[in-house]
């Protein structure tokens, strides 16, 4: 017995879509990370070369304390007074 076509692409769409939200929820559900846990990230990467990892270490961590705004590294840095 076969398959409706509809059926499979409504089958493989939800089972690609799973780990997707499955990872978004425990991501909601996990504790905040803390100054002392970004700043170890920020310092492998660092060591490791990653720029991509420590930009990234850095706007999460600009994002998700509350007195910080959401600063984006794509944006030239603003010259201090």
């Known amino acids: 017995m076969a ?3 509809q059926d499979m692409d409504d089958l493989v769409t939800a089972l690609c879509r799973f780990p ?3 990872a978004d929820l425990a991501r909601k559900l996990a504790p905040a990370p803390s100054l002392a846990a970004a ?3 920020l310092r492998q ?3 490791l070369r990653d720029r ?3 930009r990234a270490t850095l706007r ?3 994002c998700k304390w ?3 705004t959401c600063y984006s590294l794509s944006r030239p840095p603003v ?3």
């Open 3 to 5: 398959i409706p076509a």
């Open 20 to 22: 997707l939200e499955a």
């Open 39 to 41: 700043l170890e990230t």
């Open 45 to 47: 990467a660092t060591f």
């Open 52 to 54: 991509e990892s420590a």
């Open 60 to 62: 999460d961590t600009s």
């Open 66 to 68: 509350p007195a910080a």
């Open 79 to 81: 010259p201090l007074p």
